[in-house]
């Protein structure tokens, strides 16, 4: 089975940068779009960033200008880089993909089991 682990949350000051991983591992075909969420407490989980097998993105406009997300296809791996940190961007953030896994032959949307950013004033 196909598995998404995130990486890279953890504490920072205002102002300051983390970069967040997320690894697809197993019988993986191929991974079309991506995209990163988050909830924050009390929140419903929100759309972040999304980017798609041809490296279009698109952003939540609160984040916009501040972090940027990629990915490279040939280690199934996708990053969000998060500058200029703000303390209404603490939230647990979750990897999404839709993943064709093979062996069997599968098509879904797997999500990850989040990782914590809190950022603090």
């Known amino acids: 089975q196909v598995q998404l682990v995130e990486s890279g949350g953890g504490l920072v000051q205002a102002g300051g940068s983390l970069r967040l991983s997320c690894v697809a591992s197993?019988?993986?075909?191929?991974?079309?779009?991506m995209g990163w969420y988050r909830q924050a407490p009390g929140k419903q989980r929100e759309l972040v960033a999304l980017?798609?097998?041809?490296?279009?993105?698109n952003y939540a406009d609160s984040v916009k200008g501040r972090f940027t997300i990629s990915r490279d296809n040939a280690k199934n791996t996708m990053f969000l880089q998060m500058n200029s940190l703000k303390p209404e961007d603490t939230a647990v953030y979750y990897c999404r993909a839709e993943v064709t896994a093979r062996d069997p032959w599968r098509y879904s949307e797997l999500w990850g089991q989040g990782t914590l950013v809190f950022v603090s004033s």
């Open positions: 197993g019988s993986i075909f191929s991974i079309n779009g």
């Open positions: 980017i798609t097998s041809s490296g279009s993105t």
